[in-house]
């Protein structure tokens, strides 16, 4: 795998660093070459929050990077503080739950996506594993780390309130599912 650097920015408390972390594990358990460092203010609920992970089979160079491959923007007032890292050779996506003015998306993106990550969440699953419907989306945009590998990195994090609620694994899987699932088709379909 060739150097794959990917921001995902969302609000405080939306889950973006726990997203991040899951999948650098993921990568790491993989044997990739794997760096995250996480962005975010002094509030940690109501900021904007960026995480940046980098994966590649070989040695990452820079620990930061001025242009990603992919972003992701989980709220109005993150696709504002992603736009700047967007050039020709990005994927950007945004979730289409939030009015986002057009004149906002950034201009160079090589395509620009809309998925309906909350909304499906809040209608289908549960609006708390949005995040993880994002977790699956990076991974159906990408490839970035194999389906089972982010499975396993999901129950390594998150085991102990499956042990309380198996209920929460099943739930947890089918976004991860969902979230590939929405991805892949959106890229099949071209731009929103």
Known sequence: MALLRIALAGEGGQGVQ?????????AYNEQKQTIYIPNFGLEQRGGVSIAFIQVSDERIGAPKFNKADVVIALS???????????????????????????????????????????????????PRVFNIIIMGAVIGLTNMVAFEAAKEALEHKLGYKFEKNPNLRELNFKALELGKKMAEESLKEGVF
């Open 18 to 26: 726990s997203v991040a972390e899951i999948l650098a594990e993921a």
């Open 76 to 126: 109005e007032r993150a696709v504002g503080r992603t736009a700047n890292y967007s050039d020709q050779n990005t994927l950007f996506v945004y979730d289409t739950g939030f009015k986002v003015d057009s004149g906002d998306l950034p201009r160079e993106a090589k395509k620009i996506i809309g998925l309906p990550a909350i909304d499906t969440a809040n209608q289908q699953l549960h």
